[in-house]
């Protein structure tokens, strides 16, 4: 088993990662809680989780009958540390999604960005209120959600998804479009 261990991964890093197949041998991405960046920051107790590991984005892939295409957002999975499980995060964990409908390989540059745990329970109604604007509920419920609004695939023929979840935990998948 080898760990790959960061703060942050580099979305091309983590497709390397990923896609590596060492016959044997397991490869997991680490993210470290950033409390280990600063020393007077660090917690003491034996209970801190340090580093998470968490899967890749679930996600499922439709095709439209007019050509396009939408994402799914399920959840992703992660490794408890204290109780030593795979306990499932489902849609309901994840605080932010993006979507970069035509990933290039290099750089997620997001057409799509959704708050799911968002809504009127938090506080989308105390924005419009502070702001003195009307929002949009169409868009509020469309952007709220964990499904994409539909895309046409574009020239690299992939997508990234890429999720934060309510730790702040950051998790990429890619996907390509056939």
């Known amino acids: 088993m080898i760990i790959f261990a960061a703060m942050q991964f580099d979305p091309e890093a983590a497709k390397d990662i990923e896609e590596l ?17 600063t020393e007077d920051l660090k917690k003491k107790r034996t209970s ?3 580093f998470w ?3 890749r984005p679930d996600v499922e892939l439709n095709k439209c009958e007019d050509g396009r295409h939408t994402v799914d957002l399920r ?10 499980d ?8 994840i605080s932010m999604w993006m ?9 997620i540059y997001p057409q799509q960005v959704f708050f799911p745990m968002g809504g009127k329970a938090l506080s989308w109604s105390k924005l419009a209120k502070t702001l003195r604007v009307q929002l949009d509920e169409e868009l509020i419920n469309k952007y709220s959600g964990t499904r994409s ?3 046409e695939a574009g020239k690299n023929k992939r997508v990234a998804v890429k999720i934060v979840d309510d730790r702040g935990i950051e998790s990429i998948r890619l996907v390509r479009l056939d």
């Open 21 to 37: 197949n060492w016959k044997g041998v397991k490869l997991l991405k680490v993210q470290m809680n950033a409390d280990l960046l």
């Open 48 to 50: 801190n989780e340090s």
């Open 53 to 55: 590991l968490m899967g």
């Open 75 to 84: 959840g992703f999975d992660y490794y408890n540390a204290r109780s030593g």
């Open 86 to 93: 795979i306990e499932s995060g489902d849609s309901s964990r």
């Open 99 to 107: 979507l970069d409908t035509d990933y290039d390989g290099r750089s």
């Open 149 to 151: 609004i539909p895309f």
